[in-house]
């Protein structure tokens, strides 16, 4: 239990220095770019579409490629449902 603490408290500390940087980064350019509301905006959608690739990546197996035409939405729709 005391390794554990030991190894993971202070990665966890540093990630969230990090993620704080990041986001923080991220937010600023969204603003500079389109503006306060529409920089924020189109920031968090664009942010919601990365985390939401990644997701099907990682759980459902599918790429971008396998959701563009020949009704790939509605197979991946049939494959979440599967499970």
């Known amino acids: ?3 554990i603490v ?4 202070p990665l966890f500390t540093k990630l969230e ?5 990041l986001s923080t980064k991220i937010v600023l350019t969204g603003k500079s770019l389109a503006g306060k509301y529409l920089g ?3 920031t968090l959608i664009i ?3 990365v985390l939401i690739y990644f997701y099907g990546k990682i759980v459902y197996h599918i790429g971008l490629s396998e959701n563009t035409g ?8 049939m ?3 599967q499970i």
């Open 1 to 3: 239990m005391a390794v």
């Open 6 to 9: 030991l190894i993971f408290y």
């Open 17 to 21: 220095e990090w993620v704080k940087d």
């Open 40 to 42: 924020l905006a189109l």
């Open 47 to 49: 942010c919601l579409m």
């Open 70 to 77: 020949n009704g790939g939405y509605w197979k991946i729709y």
């Open 79 to 81: 494959r979440m449902n």
